[in-house]
Structure formats: C-alpha cells, structure tokens
C-alpha cells in the first residue's frame, strides 16, 4: 500500500476529517490533502507527529513505499548540502573582510583570500544549482545575491570616504549612484525572496 493511502486508511478508522488532523499538526487542510494524495511529504518531525496521532509505528507508515523513502533520503541529502553552503558562505564571508575591510598589506596573502573568496562563490553556485535540481525549486544564492552586491558596496563606500577622491565629482556621482543602486538591488531582491519563501509556506 502506497505511503497516502495509508495515511488515508488511518484517518478515517481515527474517524477525522483531514482539518483536524491540520489542527493537530499546525499545518494547513491542503497540506494534509497533498501528503494523502502524494503530492508532497511530511518531513521527519511531523511523521512522528502522524505516527503518535494515529497510534501506528513508522515501520508501518512507510512499509514497501519506495516515494517516501527516496524522499527520505533527497531531505538527508539536502539537509548535508545545506551545511556544506553554510561553511562556504562563512568562509566566504571571512575572506570578504580581509579582502575589503582590512587590505592586508603582504599582496601574497591579498592574493590568496581573493582567490578563496572566488572559489567560494563559484562553489555556492555550484551547491545552489545541485540543490535547485533535486529540489526542483528555486533556492536562494547568498554568495551571488548578497555576497557580490555587498563588496561592491563596500568598496564604493571606501571610495567615497577616501580623501584623495574628495575633489573628483565625476567619479563619486558615479561611485554614489552605484552604491544606491546596489542597495536597492540587495533589499528588493531579499524582501521579494522572503516574500514568496512566506507564500509558499502558507
């Protein structure tokens, strides 16, 4: 018997409607319908939830249910590659600041974190596109959509406060425009992300 199916079988021996089996679990009547009807899956904390609820042990929630079990195994897979991208982005982000904020002096070690702070970025890319393709969703990229952004940004800010460029107003309109743009381009891009990442939630 398929994983929805028996989900199915057991809310209605439970005599529950699909809303109060949503209520108990704080989650929405179409999420419910969705896991019935194999649209998507509970992740690991709810099936516990569904396995005490329905008074039946996991073994027999995913007895024989191969959909479930590649689910299983793709969410173990995400979640590795996710703390993979989590190192990536602190490394990334500590390269930055040597790179921006405090300019080593020695150009051997300027080199050196500006070529980790690239493989970083092409490594992020890499980790997003993986994830994009097992999940089949679009994934938020830190190191293309805020990382980038942010060392331009700061790198224009030194600029401007640099005194040498006090008296070049050509070059700090340009600097200036730039900066702004830059920073209505992080905070849209993010706000509209967390926008539909809430959406998409609900």
């Not at 793709?74 to 590659?81: A, L, Q, R, V």
């Not at 990536?88 to 050196?112: D, E, G, L, R």
């Not at 970025?121 to 990229?141: D, F, G, H, P």
Request: with cysteine.
């Amino acid at each position: 018997m398929r994983f929805g199916d028996r989900l199915r079988n057991e809310r209605k021996l439970k005599n529950v409607n699909q809303s109060e089996v949503a209520e108990y679990l704080h989650v929405s009547r179409n999420t419910i319908s969705n896991w019935e009807n194999e649209r998507s899956y509970p992740d690991i904390e709810s099936l516990i939830k569904l396995s005490d609820y329905y008074e039946v042990s996991l073994d027999v929630l995913l007895k024989e249910d191969k959909g479930m079990k590649e689910y299983l195994s793709k969410k173990e897979f995400i979640e590795n590659i996710k703390m993979i991208e989590c190192f990536v982005n602190i490394a990334f982000i500590v390269c930055m600041f040597f790179w921006i904020v405090i300019k080593p002096s020695n150009t051997y070690i300027f080199i050196t974190f500006m070529f980790i702070s690239i493989i970083c970025e092409i490594a992020s890319v890499l980790i997003n596109k993986c994830r994009e393709k097992v999940q089949n969703t679009e994934v938020y990229n830190f190191a293309l959509t805020s990382g980038l952004p942010l060392i331009f940004i700061v790198s224009g800010v030194r600029f401007l406060l640099n005194p040498n460029n006090a008296h070049n107003f050509g070059k700090l309109s340009i600097a200036l425009i730039s900066i702004c743009f830059l920073i209505f381009s992080l905070v849209f891009y993010n706000v509209s992300y967390a926008w539909k990442y809430l959406k998409n939630k609900k």
